[in-house]
């Protein structure tokens, strides 16, 4: 595994006080495609999602988004990592956590992003790519939307 990312998910006890429910290393990495692996940290269903209960469906979560809910992820892609244009139906926050990457959208725009620089993706079409020496590692939020009438996810 090349991506050890803890996580601490924080739940109540029998009395309303507040424990740690989860501390480990995620488990649940995966890779799609050549130098790119990612792993998700917590999920939820639901808008809003419900505070009720400890359940963790954050191993389940088999594709980018998980339409009408959350995804927190943690990716992490190695230069010349496999191209990847897409689109999801999402808002997504994206902080890159260290390395340097290139944001390619429509028409060649790239937008060169470096550590704590942050990006809202509105379901635009766009691509990761690592020119760099460095293995980058970035943290996305996707929160399910409705896209426009015409418009298609896809990838």
């Known amino acids: 595994m090349t991506l050890e990312i803890r996580r601490v998910v924080t739940g109540h006890d029998e009395n309303g006080k507040a424990v740690v429910s989860i501390d480990e290393i995620s488990k649940n990495v995966v890779t799609r ?19 009720d209960g400890d359940r963790d469906i954050s191993a389940g979560i088999e594709k980018t988004i998980f ?64 020119n760099g020496t460095e ?8 929160i399910g939307a409705d896209m426009p009438e015409g418009w298609e996810a896809f990838g």
């Open 135 to 142: 293995p980058v590692v970035i943290a996305f939020i996707l």
């Open 33 to 51: 495609r050549a130098n790119q692996w990612s792993t998700v940290i917590w999920a939820t269903e639901g808008m809003p999602p419900s505070l």
């Open 67 to 130: 339409p009408g809910g959350t995804v927190f992820r943690i990716g992490k892609l190695e230069p010349g990592v496999a191209p990847r244009v897409h689109r999801t139906a999402s808002i997504d926050y994206a902080i890159v956590i260290s390395g340097e990457l290139d944001m390619e959208l429509d028409e060649g725009v790239i937008v060169h992003l470096k550590p704590g620089d942050t990006v809202v993706q509105r379901g635009t079409v766009h691509n990761w790519i690592n």
